[in-house]
């Protein structure tokens, strides 16, 4: 196969999965062996081991970040800062795709960007919208999911001066009961009062008085 006939193949995938593409092919080392070269040329990008991007002069269709952190690990959804930046909870832009998975952790860095997965357990693994862009669906927490997340995963000290600290906004967005019952649905104390925290730090928000 000759770089132009890849091309009309893959051309409109937003993601190259060559491993499905090409299953049942007569010559798969031979595709294989393309591929690296065509990698090596910088005509195609590597996420991972079968997965692709075509190079930006190559494109017809741009790929969605969220979209390529859904496949790199399935199941798996965006969550910790990348969804409190999605969710305009904090002010910073977050460079790295931060993302939950039953599975193990794992980190895949590519000129395309880098996406971490941080292991959460199954019983877990809920509190996450569908979101489509260009026919490319991605999972993203919801806001409460996230900041409990965030409070599951990175286990700081929970107090009022940490949660000033994150620089968190527009909490009004995060709905409290909602909060409290994915709270309790973790079944540990810790989280139980992270979400207290949270409230209070949005009560004290809402009049004007982030700390104690």
Not at 44 to 61: D, M
Not at 88 to 97: D, F, K, M, T
Not at 136 to 147: L, R
Request: glycine share 4%; hydrophobic share 40%.
């Amino acid at each position: 196969m000759n770089w132009n006939e890849f091309l009309n193949i893959v051309s409109k995938l937003p993601v190259i999965d060559t491993e499905n593409l090409f299953a049942g092919v007569s010559d798969p080392a031979g595709i294989e062996v393309q591929i690296s070269r065509w990698k090596k040329a910088g005509k195609i990008i590597q996420l991972k081991r079968g997965l692709y991007l075509l190079a930006e002069p190559y494109r017809k269709i741009e790929p969605y970040e969220p979209y390529i952190a859904a496949i790199l690990r399935r199941p798996s959804y965006i969550s910790l800062e990348k969804a409190l930046e999605y969710h305009n909870l904090i002010p910073e832009a977050v460079a790295v795709y931060t993302s939950v998975t039953p599975k193990r952790k794992a980190r895949y860095a590519s000129d395309t960007g880098i996406f971490d997965y941080s292991h959460i357990k199954k019983t877990l693994f809920w509190g996450y919208n569908s979101v489509t862009v260009n026919k490319q669906t991605a999972f993203i927490a919801s806001c409460e999911k996230a900041i409990l997340d965030y409070f599951f995963i990175k286990k700081p000290e929970i107090s009022l001066d940490y949660l000033d600290g994150l620089r968190l906004q527009n909490v009004e967005k995060i709905r409290i009961e909602r909060l409290f019952e994915y709270a309790r649905n973790f079944n540990m104390p810790e989280i139980l009062s992270a979400a207290r925290a949270i409230s209070e730090f949005i009560s004290l928000s809402s009049i004007g008085e982030k700390t104690l």
